[in-house]
């Protein structure tokens, strides 16, 4: 990641009052990664599980770094000015929460096991009828790429859309302390990362920091999830769910043509989907912007309007074949949801299911993908094709009276697949983000 410094005067007195290093030349733009550097930048080098970016300093340098933030300083190189710090994470999560507090405008942080990504984006599209929105690219919510985008907010902006995401316990409360959020979001909470967090109830102790954060702030509460309505809120708490004791409840219509519409507080919103998952991003979105002012009249506008993010249940054309594209993640619940998804096609044709391994799930890979097998015969699919390690339990759990064959290679199964679809079909391809599935769907379509 790389980003272009938005006011480079402004950072680098910020810098030096918190480092008490001044830079010997003007720095213009920060990056993580040597491959991306630019003239002017400062290289950040960080050490990860795998690779140290201290080994590519030598490599920042001839592409035009001046300068570079390191844990230990590299003897050989000359010309370069290099400043040690005790951990170059943490230094620019500093800067980019001292950037941050310079601006007085709303923070919204979300988090949550599935639909942060989502909901991210749509928020991002419902505000911009009425705000200059600061938010999140892509899924740059770590701990390192986090910070990078806070330091993009400029004085233009009029509120901000945070996504934080959480791989191992402590993550929520970083980002937390250096995002500094007036608002908070958490979308659900289901069992992923299993092999960072160990349980279910550690990943409800790493979320629910989000709402620790806001003392002084608004959660907002999702009363449908059996984990999220339990917590107690020391701020402002605003509550959505599929329950009447909500201050934004909503019930579900399922329309024939037209999707599920949602009756919000007596509001008729056409969500133009028949995804369920879907539905419910509308939903805690409709919490979070009613509550902030935009009008009903606005909200359904912007839903009518808005585009899901590739990969997340994307639907795309091709010889009169409906494919489903879920191919950015999975775990358990998104992809039980994925299926149900699957099943609400009216469709001509069949209704078949593309499915890759999902990862770090820990103790529970066997029966999470053991749970798929067994909702796949539940809910009556045509055909259930798997490509990976794992999913030859799915593969293993459905019965003969069903049409399933594991793939050693996504060649293979693109080549067995493509000769069985026909027009009128559906179908679902889904994995984790390791499994690169969105290339069956290249493949299938190519």
């Known amino acids: 990641m790389r980003i272009q410094l938005p006011d480079p005067t402004a950072i680098q007195k910020i810098f030096s009052e918190r480092t008490g290093v001044v830079f010997d030349n003007p720095v213009t733009g920060l990056t993580i990664d040597s491959r991306l550097v630019q003239p002017g930048d400062l290289y950040i080098a960080l050490k990860g599980e795998h690779v140290d970016g201290h080994q590519f300093i030598s490599d920042a340098q001839k592409k035009g770094a001046v300068a570079c933030l390191v844990r230990k300083q590299e003897a050989s190189i000359d010309n370069l000015q290099q400043i040690v710090v005790d951990d170059p994470l943490n230094t620019i999560g500093d800067i980019a929460h001292y950037w941050r507090k310079q601006f007085d405008i709303p923070v919204i942080g979300i988090t949550g096991t599935n639909g942060k990504t989502s909901t991210k984006e749509l928020l991002k599209h419902i505000f911009q009828h009425e705000y200059t929105v600061h938010a999140t690219e892509g899924n740059f919510n770590t ?89 107690h809120n020391e701020g402002i708490s605003v509550t959505f769910g599929f329950t009447p004791d909500c201050d934004f409840s909503a ?25 369920m998952s879907f539905a419910k991003n509308v939903l805690s979105a409709a919490a979070v912007a009613i509550t902030m002012g935009v ?31 879920d191919t950015y993640n ?50 009556k699919l045509d055909g259930v094709f798997t490509v990976g390690a794992e999913t030859k339990t799915t593969d293993n759990t459905l019965n003969s009276g069903m049409l399933h064959k594991h793939f050693s290679s996504k060649k293979d199964c693109i080549s067995s697949v493509g000769a069985l679809i026909k027009p009128g079909d559906v179908v679902l391809v889904k994995g984790s983000r390791g499994m690169e599935m969105e290339t069956i769907i290249k493949g299938l379509i190519g």
Not at 303 to 314: A, N, Y
Not at 343 to 354: E, T, V
């Open 143 to 231: 701990s390192i790429s986090l910070p990078l985008t806070l330091l993009l907010l400029n004085e233009t902006h009029t509120i901000s859309v945070l996504e934080m995401g959480a791989s191992a316990p402590g993550d929520i409360a970083y980002l937390a302390r250096v995002a500094n959020p007036t608002h908070g979001l958490i979308t659900n909470i289901a069992p992923a990362h299993l092999e960072g967090f160990g349980s279910v109830d550690n990943i409800v102790q790493e979320k629910r920091e989000l709402y620790h954060s806001l003392k002084n702030g608004i959660s907002f509460v999702n009363k449908s999830d059996i984990y999220i309505s339990t917590f």
């Open 251 to 275: 019930d579900i219509y399922h329309e024939k043509n037209d999707g599920i519409t949602l009756i919000i507080n007596s509001m008729e919103i056409q969500t133009f989907s028949q995804n």
């Open 295 to 325: 009008s009903w009249e606005t909200f359904q506008n912007q839903i009518q309007t808005f585009t899901p993010p590739e990969g997340r249940c994307t639907l795309k054309q091709f010889n009169n074949v409906t494919f489903i594209d």
């Open 330 to 379: 999975a775990n358990l619940e998104s992809t039980l949801a994925a299926i149900d998804y699957l099943k609400s096609f009216n469709n001509s044709g069949q209704q078949y299911f593309i499915f890759g391994d999902m990862f770090e799930l820990g103790e529970e890979t066997i029966s999470a993908h053991r749970k798929i097998g067994e909702k796949c015969m539940q809910k």
